[in-house]
């Protein structure tokens, strides 16, 4: 039995997460955040101090990385994510984790431990995975792509929405300065560089609301799984 794959790529703060999970609900798929692995294994390696060591303690790294210690637990409000027993799911979601997570990223060895680790999730009846290589590297198969993209000036507004609420005090050109480094950062990458894949279906969000890109999506999806 082929399971079946969604996609969802894009950059940071392009509202991937938020719509992949209502995709996960919406088809009663599997989900995987990739970027969660990766804001858990630099969260990790920065908690063991080994963040600033990578390529000195690459194996010491690796290994870490191929034992993570993980669990998601779905709630009525999202997906709660706990690392070493630890609910971290607001820590990872900071923009000093995110940090955390882009320069593990660029790491081939670390990206090649977490590889086994999502193609796991893959199991029936479906998957909805989203995160920077998910369409051009890590599922290729995947009968839905989606490239979800926003300006950095509208992710930048949506990102300082989202951390004010949490009650942290930051700002806007603090947030729009991290948003477009990371995407160069992200973008320039030797190993599985952000960019959407050539049969890919791109979405802009920059002015539409979460629903009117819900709609387009499962609009794309459903007419992708009819074929």
Same mark, same amino acid.
């Given at each position: 039995?082929?399971?079946? =794959?969604?996609?969802?790529?894009?950059?940071?703060?392009?509202?991937?997460?938020?719509?992949?999970?209502?995709?996960?609900?919406?088809?009663?798929?599997?989900?995987?955040?990739?970027?969660?692995?990766?804001?858990? #294994?630099?969260?990790? #390696?920065?908690?063991?101090?080994?963040?600033?060591?990578?390529?000195?303690?690459? @194996?010491?790294?690796?290994?870490?990385?191929?034992?993570?210690?993980?669990? *998601?637990?779905?709630?009525?409000?999202? =997906?709660?994510?706990?690392?070493?027993?630890?609910?971290?799911?607001?820590?990872?979601?900071?923009?000093?984790?995110?940090? *955390?997570?882009?320069?593990?990223?660029?790491?081939?060895?670390?990206?090649?431990?977490? #590889?086994?680790?999502?193609?796991? *999730?893959?199991?029936?009846?479906?998957?909805?995975?989203?995160?920077?290589?998910?369409?051009?590297? +890590? *599922?290729?198969?995947?009968?839905?792509? =989606?490239?979800?993209?926003? %300006?950095?000036? %509208?992710?930048?507004?949506?990102?300082?929405?989202?951390?004010?609420?949490?009650?942290?005090?930051?700002?806007?050109?603090?947030?729009?300065?991290?948003?477009?480094?990371? @995407?160069?950062?992200?973008? !320039?990458?030797?190993?599985?560089?952000?960019?959407?894949?050539?049969?890919?279906? +791109?979405?802009? %969000?920059?002015?539409?609301? =979460?629903? !009117?890109?819900?709609?387009?999506?499962?609009?794309?999806?459903?007419?992708?799984?009819?074929?």
């Amino acid at each position: 039995m082929t399971v079946r =794959i969604i996609t969802i790529d894009g950059p940071s703060g392009s509202g991937k997460g938020t719509l992949a999970s209502k995709l996960a609900a919406h088809y009663q798929f599997h989900l995987l955040d990739s970027g969660a692995l990766y804001r858990l #294994l630099g969260l990790s #390696l920065h908690q063991d101090g080994l963040l600033d060591a990578l390529e000195t303690k690459l @194996d010491a790294c690796t290994k870490i990385a191929a034992n993570l210690d993980i669990e *998601f637990i779905g709630t009525e409000d999202g =997906i709660q994510i706990l690392l070493k027993g630890e609910d971290v799911s607001q820590t990872i979601r900071t923009e000093r984790v995110g940090e *955390f997570a882009s320069k593990v990223a660029a790491i081939p060895e670390l990206r090649q431990a977490l #590889l086994a680790r999502q193609h796991a *999730f893959a199991q029936a009846p479906g998957l909805v995975a989203d995160g920077r290589d998910m369409a051009t590297s +890590i *599922f290729p198969q995947a009968q839905v792509k =989606i490239y979800l993209t926003a %300006s950095a000036e %509208s992710r930048a507004q949506r990102r300082v929405n989202q951390l004010q609420a949490m009650g942290l005090d930051v700002k806007i050109n603090d947030i729009l300065a991290n948003i477009e480094a990371r @995407d160069k950062r992200d973008m !320039e990458r030797t190993v599985a560089p952000l960019k959407p894949a050539e049969d890919a279906y +791109i979405i802009d %969000s920059s002015e539409l609301n =979460i629903d !009117e890109v819900f709609e387009l999506m499962t609009a794309y999806a459903d007419q992708q799984f009819a074929k």
